[in-house]
């Protein structure tokens, strides 16, 4: 069974690295350095599981935004939040934007794999 994931983050040399670290865990990884991007992405092919960074802007709110679109075009994706700004804030806004799984920047990339294939359990069940 194919594992589709799409990567968000604007910082080009950490997208780059979870994209070799994923492809080589064995996923398909679609990667994008923007909302609009990633977008279109998301319009045109569908993907298990969604990995974004919250701050995609100085707004911060564009991540959340994203995950939004996700939900909307595909009910069933499952999203994780990738964030260096741990606020309560924050992790309410996740909540009511449907996020998943929360985690903080930087993590490691085998506990990142461990947590999307936590996500492929629950998606399967």
Not at 37 to 56: C, H, K, P, T, Y
Not at 94 to 101: M, N
Not at 112 to 122: A, D, G, K, T
């Amino acid at each position: 069974m194919t594992r589709r994931i799409l990567l968000v983050d604007d910082e080009r040399p950490l997208l780059e690295s979870m994209t070799d670290f994923l492809d080589a865990a064995g996923y398909v990884v679609g990667s994008a350095q923007s909302v609009d991007g990633a977008q279109r992405q998301l319009d045109e092919r569908g993907f298990d599981v969604l990995i974004a960074d919250l701050s995609l802007d100085e707004e911060g709110r564009e991540g959340f935004d994203l995950v939004r679109h996700a939900r909307r075009k595909q009910p069933g994706i499952r999203t994780i939040m990738l964030t260096a700004t741990d606020t309560a804030a924050a992790r309410h806004e996740a909540v009511r934007a449907g996020v998943d799984t929360f985690l903080l920047k930087p993590q490691p990339l085998a506990e990142l794999v461990r947590v999307v294939e936590s996500l492929f359990e629950i998606k399967s069940a």
